[in-house]
């Protein structure tokens, strides 16, 4: 069967989602939602890269809500990271995503990041979950957020590698990823780096941070059945020590943050027993004593344990291998497109309504051997 896919925002996510859709043998790319001048009217191909394949880009929502598909990849960045009230980023998205769902569609969604795991905003997540559920009813459709880490490193992953271990003390999943080669100033500057560590957006950036990774750590929580009193956080940034270009064109000018370090931890009688701790780069050489998987960076899950603790790295290529076309950044981009991806079949053949990944079949690789 082939189905019928609209990419829903071709920005970096998008981008890489598009061009695996348009590969893909069992998939066929038919629209695509941009909202800037600049890839109005291009060719879909064109925009991610490949050779031109007959679709063009459009601004219009309302043509692509007319069109036939069988699944919206949803990808709209979301720089603010608010938990999805009304007046926030993330509640228009949705409710752009009501209205494909209405108009028949399946969705797939990497944002907002928050309907991962609803469960952890309490009766504001149902309302929420309720009006997905309506939108779907009317429709006969089914939606998926999946994102990639929260989503998948420090939940599903973790959840998994836990099966092979006893006695668990802590849990402590790491971001390694370099961030050299985003060019997206005011993305930067919301997630703390390139300005002053003592500047008035720092507290905001760090309940930011708490707002989002609660997702995985209490969904987390729940899978392995405890329950956490509180969520701490704590910020450690490196600061530049002269004034670099990144690779991306970016200056990060000297005293300001170039190393975003910090984390978030489930705590339970005042121990941290499950964590998820960020260390991105803006230059790989930079501080060597913090945690690190060079080269390539990646991913990190650590179990502690009594009896039988573990540690699984997820390298960004081949372990030991930089990928010669790609650095950690935009594998992080991949994985969470891919992530998107290889959901459509399980989401297009679901009952209607919201689902989490404990609703469907284990989401793999399946189909994604081309061979």
């Not at 780069?281 to 990646?298: F, Q």
Request: aromatic share 8%; with cysteine.
């Amino acid at each position: 069967m082939s189905y019928k896919v609209i990419q829903w925002a071709p920005g970096y996510v998008g981008n890489a989602a598009m061009k695996y859709v348009i590969q893909h043998p069992m998939m066929e790319l038919v629209g695509v939602k941009c909202f800037g001048d600049s890839k109005a009217a291009k060719d879909a191909g064109e925009i991610c890269g490949l050779d031109p394949i007959g679709v063009y880009a459009t601004k219009s929502e309302e043509e692509l809500l007319d069109l036939d598909a069988d699944c919206v990849i949803f990808t709209c960045g979301e720089t603010t990271m608010l938990q999805p009230y009304p007046g926030t980023m993330g509640y228009e998205f949705l409710e752009t995503i009501c209205r494909l769902l209405e108009s028949g569609k399946n969705v797939v969604a990497t944002t907002p990041m928050h309907m991962l795991y609803p469960k952890h905003m309490g009766n504001e997540g149902q309302k929420l979950v309720d009006m997905l559920n309506l939108a779907c009813e009317r429709g006969n459709s089914t939606v998926l957020f999946t994102g990639y880490e929260p989503g998948f490193m420090g939940d599903a992953m973790a959840a998994l590698i836990s099966s092979i271990s006893m006695d668990i003390t802590e849990f402590r999943t790491y971001e390694l990823v370099e961030w050299s080669n985003y060019d997206k100033v005011d993305s930067l500057k919301a997630l703390g780096v390139g300005v002053p560590p003592g500047g008035e957006m720092r507290p905001m950036v760090l309940e930011a941070f708490r707002n989002v990774w609660a997702t995985s750590i209490y969904e987390l929580a729940d899978m392995i059945n405890i329950e956490l009193d509180e969520l701490r956080v704590w910020d450690r940034p490196q600061l530049a020590e002269d004034t670099f270009t990144t690779a991306g064109g970016v200056v990060i000018e000297k005293g300001t943050v170039a190393v975003n370090h910090w984390a978030v931890e489930g705590m339970k009688d005042g121990v941290p027993r499950i964590a998820i701790e960020h260390c991105n780069r803006m230059r790989s050489d930079l501080a060597p004593e913090l945690p690190s998987l060079l080269p390539g960076g990646g991913y990190r899950v650590e179990i502690q344990s009594n009896q039988l603790p573990l540690t699984v790295d997820i390298h960004s290529g081949r372990c030991g291998t930089p990928m010669p076309t790609v650095d950690s950044f935009d594998a992080a981009m991949y994985g969470a497109a891919a992530r998107a991806v290889n959901s459509i079949e399980a989401v297009c053949k679901a009952s209607p309504g919201f689902k989490t990944k404990g609703d469907l079949p284990p989401i793999t690789g399946r189909n994604a051997m081309w061979l």
